[in-house]
């Protein structure tokens, strides 16, 4: 229990307590407004029944699942291919691992800042270069529309990010003795039968966890958007955090906020206990 007890100490001050102090406002009107001293209505189910029947809430949280949707098998699928590709520790391999796994130790805000102006209409370099070329007749204005902008901010998170699932998955095709892989193809497996049958069973546990945290991470998406798109056009890129965000600490209503930042936990907890569920069976 002394060994444990730090680990301990630092979840229940940073973890219990603030998810214990979420849960009781969210069964309160409390305001951003109201001074320290100030006595907190409780007011029970109002704020969850106000937030199922909040239209904004619930477009924010389906463009939420639709941006994770849309980016986790494109990072599954990236961070495999890299993978595959880099795993061999040859001195040409282990530089691409350095240079591709770089951006992850970027700001996501620093990275957000620095593809918006890569992407903007008059100074971005993308878009004088295809007007160069002569494939655009003139700048394209990626953030006037839901789609584009959506697009973009995909581009720029994988490029954030890919790298962090690529080691996750390096980690555990280099624990595959090569053994393994030399009885395979004495048994005239090919390449691909080689990573369907071999590597991806034995290194499933990493894939799992990439996809996991990928997953988490798109649906408490915030800084690329709220930098990027800044919920444009009209808040059809509102994310579920973003809203939760204008309800808290735009609108002032920190209990209505923490109502819907629960209900958001509900839906994550879900869709993470389904996953493990679906690659535990899968396993069997």
Same mark, same amino acid.
């Given at each position: ?47 969850? $029944? ?32 890299? $993978? ?52 655009? =007749? =003139? ?6 529309? $839901? ?88 808040? @059809? ?37 389904? @996953? ?9």
């Amino acid at each position: 229990m002394l060994y444990v007890a730090p680990a301990l100490l630092f979840v229940a001050v940073f973890v219990l307590w603030p998810l214990g102090r979420l849960i009781w406002l969210s069964f309160t009107a409390k305001s951003l407004m109201s001074g320290p001293d100030t006595p907190v209505d409780f007011v029970g189910l109002e704020n969850y $029944a106000r937030a199922f029947g909040d239209k904004n809430f619930w477009r924010a949280m389906t463009f939420t699942l639709a941006y994770t949707a849309y980016i986790t098998p494109i990072l599954l699928v990236l961070n495999l291919a890299l $993978a595959l590709l880099v795993s061999k520790n040859t001195p040409p391999r282990r530089a691409t691992r350095t240079v591709v796994f770089l951006p992850v130790v970027i700001g996501l805000a620093s990275s957000s800042l620095l593809w918006y102006w890569l992407f903007d209409q008059q100074v971005g370099p993308f878009n004088r270069l295809l007007v160069d070329m002569g494939i655009l =007749e =003139e700048p394209l204005v990626l953030f006037k529309k $839901a789609t584009t902008g959506q697009f973009a901010v995909i581009i720029s998170v994988v490029w954030k990010v890919v790298g962090f699932g690529m080691i996750l998955m390096v980690a555990d095709i280099q624990a595959i003795g090569d053994d393994v892989i030399a009885a395979a193809m004495i048994d005239g497996a090919s390449p691909w039968k080689r990573v369907r049958r071999i590597i991806i069973p034995l290194a499933m546990r990493s894939i799992v966890l990439a996809t996991l945290i990928s997953a988490i991470g798109s649906m408490l998406a915030f800084d690329q958007f709220y930098l990027m798109s800044g919920g444009g056009p009209r808040g @059809q890129t509102f994310t579920t955090v973003y809203w939760i965000y204008q309800s808290s600490f735009v609108r002032f209503e920190l209990g209505y906020g923490a109502a819907q930042a629960v209900l958001l936990m509900v839906v994550i907890t879900s869709g993470t206990a389904v @996953q493990l569920w679906l690659s535990r069976k899968g396993q069997k």
